[in-house]
């Protein structure tokens, strides 16, 4: 989002509530990565609003972030 820290804090919130429904609701395990995904993407953001309200740089809030940014996402989409 990079708007503020309660635009990414409502936004990861409502995106992650559907990643519980979603994986709430599959059936089959094959299908769980992909019912997962707005879960994780919905975590992405909750923790970028905690990079805007420490003030950005570096910290544990950061690396978490780029974790999911850079390597588990290019890998988890495709």
Same mark, same amino acid.
């Given at each position: 989002m990079c708007w503020s &820290?309660?635009?990414d804090? =409502?936004?990861g919130s409502g995106v &992650?509530?559907?990643g519980v =429904?979603?994986?709430a609701?599959?059936?089959r395990s094959r299908d769980l990565p992909l019912a997962a995904l707005p879960l994780l993407l919905g975590a992405h953001q909750i923790i970028e609003s905690f990079i805007w309200r420490t003030?950005?740089?570096t910290g544990p809030a950061t690396v978490a972030w780029?974790?999911?940014a850079l390597p588990l996402l290019a890998?988890?989409?495709?």
């Open positions: &820290a309660t635009a804090l =409502v936004a &992650a509530a559907i =429904v979603c994986v609701r599959t059936r003030g950005g740089g780029a974790v999911i890998l988890w989409v495709p």
